[in-house]
Nanobody
Framework: QVKVVESGGGLVQAGGSLRLSCAAS????????MTWHRQAPGKQRELVAS???????NYADSVKGRFTISRDNAKNTAWLQMSSLKPEDTAVYYC???????????????WGQGTQVTVSS
């Protein structure tokens, strides 16, 4: 079964930390990029952070210095460590994996179902 599953969301006070996890099923292989996105109510989904299979990372300006993305290629897993959280970080956070499956032999983006992060002031 092809799937991407996020976990680790929750309610945290401003200034606190959370660590999100993302696990892509083994049926997705040759994953190039794993990315974290977020969508706040009434807003468009935005890219938060990305990491290549070689470990190159990129961050949205709004989270630079506060969020850290990492991954384990062997386990098809990525994490997003979020620190110094602000109320404006409140959103549903989605993970995506860009990879191949036997059924679709071209690079395709697979999305998770999302995990809610709420930061109280």
């Amino acid at each position: 079964q092809v799937k991407v599953v996020e976990s680790g969301g929750g309610l945290v006070q401003a200034g606190g930390s959370l660590r999100l996890s993302c696990a892509a099923s083994e049926s997705i292989f040759s994953i190039s990029a794993m990315t974290w996105h977020r969508q706040a109510p009434g807003k468009q989904r935005e890219l938060v952070a990305s990491i290549t299979s070689g470990g190159q990372t990129n961050y949205a300006d709004s989270v630079k210095g506060r969020f850290t993305i990492s991954r384990d290629n062997a386990k098809n897993t990525a994490w997003l460590q979020m620190s110094s959280l602000k109320p404006e970080d409140t959103a549903v956070y989605y993970c995506a994996a860009d990879g191949f499956t036997i059924e679709i032999m071209r690079e395709t983006r697979y999305w998770g179902q999302g995990t809610q992060v709420t930061v109280s002031s």
